[in-house]
């Protein structure tokens, strides 16, 4: 056996080290399952293995050191178990084919491992949510094919000489760094920057705590598409040129302390008024995916993308110092999906034109200091799944109309019209149907064979009393006996729902 795939089952307990056995083995998937305990030494028999696939299980105990004799490994998936250890006393060198290694979500510690650098051939490393100390080691720019470099969520220091290091990797594309660096001073302009990386689309530098103002460096990286400055301590303004990006759709600025208006330019970002074109959706593969964790919910519950397109098109500058009124322009950006301007400043009415920004699911206006009624024009968003306007100064009616032809409210009140008509026919047809049954069975047994429909019968039966005389009042007519009612099984509630690729019920999202 050379493949075997048994992901996202419900396998559990250990995995036996009996599959070493399968010495031809090169593509190993049990992704996605309850396998516990630790990974077998045993592995090192399999020095044919390719492709190695154990993430998203409950693994334990350290990575096998044996693991560095599987000289074939090409990728290397074991991201989101409880796996520990030191992780600089690895020596990864012997891997010379490996291209893709996700350690991501264990309990490794130390330093980064500098043996993993040698291996020439990689193009994605994720070494996220660990407990890794110490600084990004210069060794890392030795990676002449690197695109993809996740390190978020750890405890490394110094981004000076991070940045020394990173703007060297001229290939990279991706690259989040996370929750580190924690309450550094992000580098401004006259320090060391990230200028150069000109392929560099995702950047995620969102709960290091950085001080500092607005990164001027940023605006010469021409193609990113992704920005993560979020719970930071940013002060000043927005600069007007973050809406010069042509490809920026995801710009994440929230809990900060930037103040000043409402950028003007925002409402020009290309990303977010125009639909992607095929290329980008083409050229949006990631090398691994992306996870994002909604900060407003409490299970606090990955998403993955594996498209960078896939992200929700997204501008967050909520709890900053922003004041002002929001242009009317705001409408232009028809292909936004969540808007939170949320714990601000903003003052005077929200603009009509929102009205315009017919994709939105989720808009958050709440803790403002807005004005006036609310545009009754918002009933056109018809997808929106939540709104907040909460703690301002709004007064007036709260207007709710009815869903118009063209949108999913009333195509389904339609259809549910349209279901509740067919089945009052039917059971109005199936009445009186029962009612002419019974009427003309009750005439015919009281008949006798040889009278006619019009005459009377000679004798009457009273049931339990057949020895009764009849009465010589007028018969009791017998009461009709009504039929039962039934309710169709098929009759269901129905919504409406709209498909998406991706669910983008969170507001504020930390890249990983």
Not at 229 to 242: A, Q
Not at 327 to 348: C, T, V, W
């Amino acid at each position: 056996m050379q493949e075997l795939y048994l992901p996202r089952n419900k396998l559990s307990g250990a995995i036996s080290p009996s599959i070493a056995n399968l010495i031809n083995l090169k593509i190993l998937n049990l992704c996605d399952n309850e396998l516990t305990g630790a990974i077998t030494q045993d592995i090192r028999r399999l020095s044919s293995l390719e492709h190695l696939h154990l993430h998203m299980n409950r693994l334990n105990g350290t990575l096998p050191t044996s693991i560095t004799n599987c000289t074939s490994l090409i990728t290397l998936s074991l991201r989101l178990n409880s796996l520990q250890g030191e992780l600089s006393s690895y020596d990864f060198s012997r891997l010379v084919h490996l291209k893709s290694v996700d350690l991501g979500n264990n309990l490794f510690r130390g330093a980064l491992p500098e043996s993993l650098f040698s291996c020439q051939k990689l193009t994605a490393i994720r070494l996220a949510s660990n407990h890794l100390t110490g600084q990004i080691l210069s060794s890392l720019v030795s990676l002449p094919s690197l695109s993809f470099l996740s390190l978020s969520h750890n405890s490394l220091t110094n981004i000076t000489v991070a940045f020394t290091i990173l703007r060297d990797c001229k290939n990279l594309t991706t690259l989040t760094l996370s929750m580190n660096f924690k309450g550094e001073t992000l580098p401004s302009e006259g320090d060391v920057s990230l200028v150069g990386l000109d392929n560099l689309r995702v950047l995620a530098l969102g709960a290091c705590g950085f001080s500092g103002s607005f990164p001027l460096w940023l605006s010469k990286l021409p193609n990113l598409e992704v920005i993560d400055l979020s719970f930071n301590f940013l002060t000043g303004t927005i600069p007007g040129w973050v809406g010069s990006f042509q490809e920026l759709f995801y710009l994440d600025l929230s809990n900060n302390k930037l103040s000043g208006n409402f950028p003007i330019e925002l409402t020009t970002m290309q990303g977010l008024a125009f639909q992607q074109s095929s290329h980008q959706i083409d050229s949006s593969y990631l090398e691994l995916p992306v996870f994002v964790t909604p900060d407003n919910v409490s299970n606090h519950q990955y998403k993955m993308y594996n498209h960078l397109t896939s992200l929700p098109t997204t501008l967050y500058l909520g709890n900053n110092s922003l004041n002002g009124a929001i242009p009317n322009a705001i409408g232009q950006l028809k292909f936004i999906i969540a808007l939170d301007l949320s714990d601000n400043h903003f003052s005077g009415e929200i603009p009509g034109a929102m009205s315009n920004l017919t994709n939105l699911e989720r808009l958050d206006l709440s803790r403002n200091h807005f004005s006036g009624q609310i545009p009754s024009s918002l009933q056109n968003l018809h997808f929106l799944s939540f709104f907040s306007v909460a703690d301002n100064n709004l007064e007036g009616p709260i207007s709710v109309a009815a869903p118009t032809s063209d949108s999913p409210q009333a195509k389904g009140t339609g259809k549910r019209k349209v279901i509740v008509l067919v089945l009052a026919i039917c059971s109005s047809i199936f009445t009186i149907s029962l009612l002419i049954y019974c009427f003309l069975d009750k005439r015919w047994r009281g008949m006798d064979p040889k009278q006619g429909l019009d005459q009377t019968p000679q004798h009457r039966i009273h049931r339990g009393k057949r020895d009764r005389k009849p009465s010589h009042t007028l018969p009791r007519r017998r009461q009709q006996q009504q039929p039962d009612r039934t309710l169709c099984p098929c009759q269901r509630s129905w919504k409406p729902q709209r498909a998406s690729a991706s669910s983008t019920s969170s507001v504020q999202e930390a890249l990983d």
